[in-house]
Antibody
Framework: QVQLQESGPRLVKPSETLSLTCTVS??????????WAWIRQPPGKGLEWVGYVSDDGSADQNPSLNRRVTLSTDTSKNQFSLKLSSVTAADTAMYYC??????????WGQGKLVTVSS | EIVLTQSPATLSLSPGERATLSCRASQSVSSFLAWYQQKPGQAPRLLIY???NRATGIPPRFSGSASGTDFTLTISNLEPEDFAVYYCQHRGNWPSLTFGGGTKVEIK
């Protein structure tokens, strides 16, 4: 059973960089046809795709985030990471990491609530 | 850009009733549509992929269907644990992932 766990600071100051890591267990980050995604959900709102990365480092991000997203993987630790720069209050959300296989999100982490506030 | 419109926003039903949730795509998405269930305080869970295939461990009371750009999630005989928010998601315009706005199924 694949499991994912987000980790990182819960509070980030405006204009700074939000950094989260997702640790994958029960499966390899290099699995066939797999990508690793970040999805966020502002309080009381719906789901928004942030970006995805594959084990070979190829990545893409939601254009609405104005290229503020950096995604990476660490295959030695079976982890992948998100950095979101120049954050504002609008970036306050629950951030989920998830596995994407055949473009379907089949395994999710429990989520990490990140608040942007001074 | 493909837009997914879910309706209704809220569905008020009693346990044992049938729930019918709609997701309409702004253009053809073939059968590349998934459904997720999200309970309060939990991460979403995959229910249905490719419009009508149940994910592993999903009970048969959950079913999905498609007709052109209209997709339906049906929950027959609602159980207490089925009251949640449901999202549809399109995978076809990869690498982008698009979600619908969600339908909340609440206890009447």
């Amino acid at each position: 059973q694949v499991q994912l766990q987000e980790s990182g600071p819960r509070l980030v100051k405006p204009s700074e960089t939000l950094s989260l890591t997702c640790t994958v267990s029960g499966g390899s980050i290099g699995c066939d046809y797999c990508y690793w995604a970040w999805i966020r959900q502002p309080p009381g709102k719906g789901l928004e795709w942030v970006g995805y990365v594959s084990d070979d480092g190829s990545a893409d991000q939601n254009p609405s985030l104005n290229r503020r997203v950096t995604l990476s993987t660490d295959t030695s630790k079976n982890q992948f990471s998100l950095k979101l720069s120049s954050v504002t209050a609008a970036d306050t959300a629950m951030y989920y990491c998830a596995r994407v296989k055949w473009q379907v999100l089949d395994y999710w982490g429990q989520g990490k609530l990140v608040t942007v506030s001074s | 850009e493909i837009v997914l419109t879910q309706s209704p926003a809220t569905l008020s039903l009693s346990p044992g009733e049938r729930a019918t949730l709609s997701c309409r795509a702004s253009q053809s998405v073939s059968s590349f549509l998934a459904w997720y269930q999200q309970k309060p305080g939990q991460a979403p869970r995959l229910l249905i992929y490719d419009a009508s295939n149940r994910a592993t461990g999903i009970p048969p009371r959950f079913s999905g269907s498609a007709s052109g750009t209209d997709f339906t999630l049906t929950i027959s005989n609602l159980e207490p644990e089925d009251f949640a928010v449901y999202y549809c998601q399109h995978r076809g315009n990869w690498p982008s992932l698009t979600f619908g706005g969600g339908t909340k199924v609440e206890i009447k």
